[in-house]
């Protein structure tokens, strides 16, 4: 459950990144710069804008299925819960009272 939650907080901080970074390239004016491997890249804004929507729509993918996976390992916990609950109650009343 952890490792999932650390895969959504993950693609949500990559998601919000992405975002605020296509809000910077739209109030551009110019050309804008990219980092590659270390170096700054001179590119079209629209290039630019392309990538990271293309970027948001697979973290959009991405973030969807983290939430299905801990929707999933949440009603399976709530199941067990439940099973636990029923036997512990079960055993207790098998235990007689003194």
């Given at each position: 459950m952890q490792t999932i939650?650390?895969?959504?907080?993950?693609?949500?901080?990559?998601l919000n990144e992405v975002n605020n970074a296509l809000e910077e390239v739209n109030k551009a004016k110019d050309d804008v710069f990219k980092m590659l491997n270390g170096i700054m890249i001179k590119s079209s804004k629209d290039k630019i804008i392309k990538e990271l929507e293309e970027k948001k729509k697979t973290l959009d993918l991405k973030l969807s299925s983290v939430e299905k996976q801990e929707k999933i390992l949440d009603?399976?916990?709530?199941k067990l819960r439940e099973?636990?609950?029923?036997?512990?109650?079960?055993?207790?009343?098998?235990?007689?009272?003194?």
């Open positions: 939650l650390m895969q959504k907080q993950k693609s949500q901080i990559e009603d399976k916990a709530d099973i636990i609950n029923a036997e512990i109650e079960k055993q207790q009343k098998k235990v007689p009272k003194s």
